[in-house]
């Protein structure tokens, strides 16, 4: 969300007084994105660092994923209802304003982010990596998280050939594990349905990773590129290489 769409829904819509959110006590909240939202949020881990009920508010909306917005916003309709009737300008500008943050919801909710896949077991270097990509994605925008989701998925890939005692050679780039997993793994000699199409699928997947490598070197801030990616194809490749992590996370462990 932008900071304009987070105050048409804050101070426009729930509406504040003297600081304070309107309709939302200390238990209310604590309670609304369980209820209403179906999030598992610690609000008292916020006003233990100080926040108001209405800074705790915004600053939890800040933090959460596109599609956790979307839920809270939607949460919000549910426990604040528009008005059934229009009969005067403030209930027009109130639907108005509903239908508004209904199609920012919508947007949120389509948004093309692949989340960050859950990973039961790898190692330190692969789990800080996700973690980073995650801040610097949320933080700095996708051109500066390419190389740490790069990153990631190489070392996952790694770790998992590693640990079954695949045959690689020295220092193997991102598409070389791709390519002794789907050769050595027994997961990927089975055949499955639709498998002539699949594996084209898959030869098309490591064709796409072998072009991450190099734009990870000359297009992201890895090296002192002067050309970098644009937004929308930086989050393509994101989205790739955690969709890679998340479908061999799944092919793989049992």
Do not use: W
């Not at 987070?6 to 600081?19: C, F, P, R």
């Not at 508004?100 to 919801?105: F, I, M, N």
């Not at 796409?208 to 002067?226: F, K, M, Q, V, Y």
Request: charged share 25%; with cysteine; net charge negative.
């Amino acid at each position: 969300m932008t900071v304009r769409e987070i105050n048409k829904l804050v101070e426009d819509y729930i509406g504040t007084n003297s600081g304070y959110l309107n309709g939302f006590s200390y238990n209310i909240h604590d309670t609304f994105y369980h209820r209403y939202c179906d999030l598992d949020i610690n609000v008292q881990a916020y006003r233990e660092r100080g926040l108001t009920t209405r800074k705790a508010f915004i600053k939890i909306l800040e933090e959460a994923k596109p599609r956790a917005q979307a839920k809270i916003i939607r949460g919000v309709f549910e426990m604040i209802p528009p008005p059934d009737e229009v009969g005067d300008d403030a209930g027009r500008k109130r639907l108005a304003l509903h239908k508004y943050l209904l199609g920012v919801a919508a947007r949120l909710d389509t948004d093309g982010l692949v989340e960050t896949p859950e990973i039961a077991d790898t190692s330190d270097v692969v789990f800080e990596a996700l973690r980073d990509a995650e801040v610097l994605l949320n933080t700095r925008g996708p051109k500066s998280a390419v190389d740490r989701a790069h990153t990631a998925l190489h070392g996952y890939l790694r770790k998992l050939c590693s640990d079954r005692g695949a045959v690689m050679p020295d220092d193997p780039s991102l598409t070389t594990v791709f390519k002794v997993i789907r050769e050595q793994f027994s997961e990927f000699a089975a055949i499955i349905p639709h498998d002539a199409e699949a594996r084209r699928v898959f030869g098309s997947i490591a064709s796409a990773l072998d072009s991450l490598n190099t734009i990870r070197n000359r297009g992201t801030l890895a090296h002192p590129n002067e050309l970098l990616l644009d937004s929308p194809e930086a989050m393509l490749y994101i989205n790739l290489s955690r969709a890679v992590l998340g479908f061999i996370e799944t092919k793989t462990r049992p």
